[in-house]
């Protein structure tokens, strides 16, 4: 079982940034994709991004209408994958979960279905809430 822990999320004001973590316990999350996805309350989980295992892979790929204020990223020393979040909205108070699944064809990349948000391994969230 993978387990997978989100951090990072805390209430700010429209306008300001955050930075999320994911990090694995007693997992290698280095050579598999990892997505991100968000529930705003009372709507269905969508996506936000996804990033391979390696660069050389591929970009990142994000939902279209979020491409200009996320950053997902990682840091293979660390064992975490993040998502910077910038000139947050209202809109953006959601809980983030970040997913993956060792377990699928060719794991270390984001599938042209990553959006479908199919993954075997989530984890908790980690609530953002956006508001002045």
């Known amino acids: 079982q993978v387990q997978l822990v989100e951090s990072g999320g805390e209430s700010v004001q429209p306008g300001g940034s955050l930075k999320l973590s994911c990090r694995a316990a007693?997992?290698?999350?280095?050579?598999?994709?990892v997505a991100w996805f968000r529930q705003a309350p009372g709507k269905e989980r969508e996506p936000v991004a996804c990033?391979?295992?390696?660069?050389?892979?591929?970009?990142?790929s994000y939902a279209e209408s979020l491409k200009s204020r996320f950053t997902i990223s990682r840091d293979k020393t660390k064992n975490m994958v993040y998502l910077q979040i910038d000139s947050l909205e209202p809109e953006d108070t959601a809980v983030y979960y970040c997913?993956?699944?060792?377990?699928?064809?060719?794991?270390?990349?984001?599938?042209?279905?990553?959006?479908?948000?199919?993954?075997?391994?989530w984890g908790r969230g980690t609530q953002v809430t956006v508001s002045s």
């Open positions: 007693r997992f290698a999350l280095d050579y598999y994709a």
């Open positions: 990033i391979n295992s390696n660069d050389r892979d591929g970009s990142p």
């Open positions: 997913a993956t699944d060792p377990w699928q064809d060719q794991s270390h990349l984001c599938a042209s279905t990553w959006h479908l948000g199919t993954y075997k391994s």
